[in-house]
């Protein structure tokens, strides 16, 4: 049997090749690379039996991305760096683009999609903007600044604050006084995606998106905001399994500063702002997603598992009323058994789990 498939990316869907080659007997003889083209040579004799040596049952065919079980977020890590790497080249490529940029804060989201498009795209052609605004803390313009001088980069710092206390000032006589609040958070994530869409209509640059899909499932992101871009390049990916590629990245020399891997993840839209404020542990939260998602399991299934009761109710819950958000993003490269978009369509309005 000649098992011969293809490889490429088109949109969302990445064709991963690893053609196979099976002798009469069934044994397998040849496995073809992931994720790359190549052309072989195989002889087949009359008696069925194929000239090539009969490989080992460990290289028959690779590991689930997923186990059954839940996340395995280290599984197969390098298959799915490798799928993103194709499914951001081939999307530029096929598109006739050559020039990304991508809004870096010093996060592990955004150093991670960095690090992807400069192998993808070489880094002369990869443009990083740092924006930070009055609660972002000076490590995190630090470790994003080291981030592009390891990656050898083009990078800009363009400080928002006088852009956003104009923002304020206009909208404080319809605010009136009111305390502060999750309006005045998202203004910056606005006028960050505002800054890199005019950089990118400017110079021809295609924006890409950073979100993850831990983010994505819960509503954590801004529309119009960091939920911007062209191109979802982790929306796939949830976020146990960006620190996983964080770390693959890593594998032979620090790239990524070792700062924006330990340290614990925040939007730093207000003073001290972590993720853990609005999300729970994402070692917990990761878990109930992947059965929910993948797994395609109800409240009453999962909290069987052992996971706590109400936490279920909410990250379901979460998940449902925020399909709004999800169903005006920008396309995913898919790396996942059920992504969002093409592999998971729902309606916005639903009453189910209500």
Do not use: W
């Not at 929306?235 to 996983?244: F, N, S």
């Amino acid at each position: 049997m000649f098992y011969c498939n293809a490889v490429g990316s088109q949109t969302e869907i990445v064709f991963d090749g690893a053609s196979l080659i099976f002798d009469k007997d069934a044994n397998l003889c040849k496995a073809l690379p992931m994720f790359e083209e190549t052309m072989e040579s195989v002889v087949l004799n009359d008696d069925g039996t194929i000239a090539a040596p009969i490989l080992e049952p460990a290289s028959r065919m690779p590991d689930k991305q997923l186990n059954p079980d839940g996340l395995e977020e280290e599984l197969n890590i390098a298959q799915i760096h490798a799928a993103l790497i194709l499914g951001i080249k081939d999307y530029f490529e096929k598109m006739g683009f050559t020039k990304a940029i991508i809004g870096s804060s010093g996060g592990i989201d955004s150093a991670v999609t960095l690090a992807l498009a400069c192998e993808a795209l070489g880094k002369e052609n990869v443009k990083a903007v740092l924006m930070p605004s009055p609660y972002s803390t000076d490590h995190s313009v630090n470790d994003a600044v080291e981030l592009s001088k390891n990656l050898e980069n083009d990078y800009e710092i363009i400080r928002i604050n006088n852009v956003y206390e104009s923002l304020l000032s206009t909208v404080e006589p319809l605010f009136n006084n009111l305390p502060f609040s999750l309006a005045e958070e998202n203004m910056q994530s606005r006028i960050r995606g505002n800054i890199l869409m005019s950089i990118a209509n400017k110079f021809g640059y295609i924006l890409l998106n950073t979100s993850n899909k831990s983010e994505l499932a819960t509503g954590y992101g801004t529309l119009y905001g960091d939920m911007a871009g062209g191109l979802g390049v982790l929306g796939d990916c949830y976020k146990l399994q960006v620190y996983a590629l964080a770390k693959y990245i890593n594998r032979d020399k620090e790239i990524i500063p070792e700062n924006i891997i330990s340290k614990a993840p925040s939007a730093e839209l207000r003073p001290n702002q972590k993720d853990s404020d609005s999300l729970p542990d994402y070692n917990i939260l990761d878990k109930i997603l992947f059965q929910y998602i993948e797994k395609r399991l109800g409240p009453v299934e999962i909290k069987a598992q052992g996971f706590d009761a109400a936490l279920v109710d909410r990250v379901l819950k979460l998940v449902n009323v925020n399909e709004y958000k999800r169903n005006q993003f920008c396309p995913i490269i898919r790396v996942s058994p059920k992504a969002f978009g093409v592999g998971r369509r729902v309606p916005i309005v639903g009453k189910y789990l209500s």
